[in-house]
């Protein structure tokens, strides 16, 4: 089983729309999630840190769910520029003593006019 | 605030070549990390410097890959000689704080090809 594991997709979605993407991670001391968007051929851009009460940035919503360890990301009035691959990464430093982030294989989202 | 910068953007040697690629980490960035990304893959972490020292190598592949930071500034990755399986992107990122949070900012990434 991966660490970090992600539905590839892809979510094709109208303009306007609210998806949400999933994203399991198998190390339950995990404390540190983040998610990152990927446009083709770029890098990986820090989209929001996810904080155990969840938070809120404009049309972007990210949650944590520790019993049943996975992290979500709700994105709302989809716009064409938000299509793109989303990475869920983690880390478990306080286990790991390790800084490094695991990725998962990300989420392609297309939005459609 | 300049991001983190790599060099080259691409690079395409043969099989038994040496490479190296460069990073340049955020100003004032004490963490610096490598990641690679082969085809089809997820990105997979190399190694991370804190200022000048390896605090972890746990994801350099084998002895092929020599990665450095001289000064505790910018960074080198060295891959000698190059098999075909180093092909991928090479990203850098580079972190302020190490604390919970250790938000990593990536920066465009060096595509390796190797004939």
């Known amino acids: 089983r991966k660490e970090v594991e992600q539905d590839p997709g892809p979510f094709n979605v109208p303009e306007g729309a609210t998806v949400a993407f999933n994203c399991t991670y198998s190390?339950?001391?995990?404390?540190?999630f983040f998610w990152y968007r990927q446009d083709c051929r770029k890098e990986p851009k820090l989209l929001m840190s996810v904080y155990s009460s969840g938070n809120e940035d404009g049309r972007f919503t990210a949650q944590l769910n520790r019993a049943s360890q996975y992290i979500s990301l709700l994105i709302r009035d989809s716009k064409l520029s938000d299509s793109a691959t989303y990475l869920c990464?983690?880390?478990?430093?306080?286990?790991?003593?390790?800084?490094?982030?695991?990725f998962g294989s990300g989420t392609r989202l297309q939005v459609q006019p | 605030e300049a991001g983190v910068t790599q060099f080259p953007s691409h690079s395409v040697i043969e099989k038994g070549q040496t490479v190296t690629l460069r990073c340049d980490p955020i100003s004032g960035h004490d963490n610096l990390y490598w990641y690679r990304r082969v085809m089809g893959k997820e990105i997979k972490f190399l190694l991370h410097f804190v200022k000048e020292s390896k605090q972890d190598e746990s994801g350099m592949p084998n002895n092929r890959f020599l990665a450095e930071r001289t000064g505790g500034t910018y960074s080198t990755l060295k891959v000698q000689p190059a098999e075909l399986e180093d092909s991928g992107v090479y990203f850098c990122a580079s972190s302020h704080y190490s604390g919970r949070s250790n938000e990593q900012f990536f920066g465009p990434g060096t595509r390796l090809t190797v004939l």
């Open positions: 190390n339950s001391a995990s404390q540190s």
């Open positions: 990464a983690v880390n478990a430093w306080e286990d790991t003593g390790r800084r490094a982030l695991t």
